[in-house]
Nanobody, 125 residues
Framework: QVQLVESGGGSVQTGGSLRLSCVVSGYIDKSGYSMAWFRQAPGKEREGIIG???????KSVDSVKGRFTASLDAATNTLSLQMNSLKPEDTAMYYC??????????????????WGQGTQVTVSS
């Protein structure tokens, strides 16, 4: 069974930075699976923001391009999210996710097979 454990959330002021990590345990087929970061703000639907595959494909949505960077260490099965220039609208619960390769491009919640427990990010103005 695949398990995803996240860490690194917290509270920062506008313009600050945070780094999230997600450790993947259990067997995962690195050629057939991908990873992604989703987030859910209060009262809103969960949305995918960055997808990444083990062979280097990365897709990010416009709202985080140029500010958020994802990386995936295939040796340690660790997914990271570096968030810079944070804005109040980035406040949300952040989740790492694992699923088949199309998940990394389509960023749809229905394609996710495994979820992390979530970590809260709060950005104050």
């Amino acid at each position: 069974q695949v398990q995803l454990v996240e860490s690194g959330g917290g509270s920062v002021q506008t313009g600050g930075s945070l780094r999230l990590s997600c450790v993947v345990s259990g067997y995962i087929d690195k050629s057939g699976y991908s990873m992604a970061w989703f987030r859910q703000a209060p009262g809103k639907e969960r949305e995918g923001i960055i997808g990444i595959t083990f062979d280097g494909f990365i897709k990010s949505v416009d709202s985080v391009k140029g500010r958020f960077t994802a990386s995936l260490d295939a040796a340690t099965n660790t997914l990271s999210l570096q968030m810079n220039s944070l804005k109040p609208e980035d406040t949300a619960m952040y989740y790492c996710a694992a699923g088949p390769r199309p998940m990394s491009e389509l960023l749809r919640t229905r394609d996710v097979l495994f979820w992390g427990q979530g970590t809260q990010v709060t950005v104050s103005s």
